[in-house]
């Protein structure tokens, strides 16, 4: 029986953690964890908020996806957006989910990311 997602792992080409890590912590607001050392030798990063844990892996031919992605749910999510545009990422707003107020970003290597906020 499942019960929660434990994480989700996004792909990233090779070289690119610093870039990853200063969006995923700086722009994002999340806590890098450490990787398990026979982890941590194939390079990536995984950072984590509170319950959510996104983990980024290293991929040698690296393709972003276009459709697929994480929804990520926020509090404040006006703010949160403006946080994010004060600190140099695009904030797309997408108004297509009945009951939510959402917007999509993208991290410095494509991956698309969701973020989404129920309505009363």
């Known amino acids: 029986m499942l019960s929660a997602v434990d994480h989700v792992q996004l792909a990233a080409p090779p070289g690119t953690e610093d870039q990853l890590r200063a969006y995923y912590g700086d722009v994002l607001g999340m806590t890098e964890i450490p ?53 140099g990422a695009k904030v797309v707003w997408d ?9 999509y970003s993208e991290d410095p290597v494509g991956n698309r990311l969701e973020f989404l906020e129920p309505t009363p």
């Open 95 to 103: 108004d297509n989910l009945p009951g939510h107020k959402r917007f």
């Open 35 to 87: 990787k398990p050392p026979v982890l941590a030798a194939r390079g990536g990063c995984w950072f984590a908020a509170g319950a959510v844990q996104l983990h980024l892996g290293v991929e040698e031919d690296f393709h972003p996806a276009r459709k697929a992605h994480p929804g990520l749910r926020v509090t404040g999510i006006e703010t949160y957006a403006r946080q994010l545009e004060e600190r």
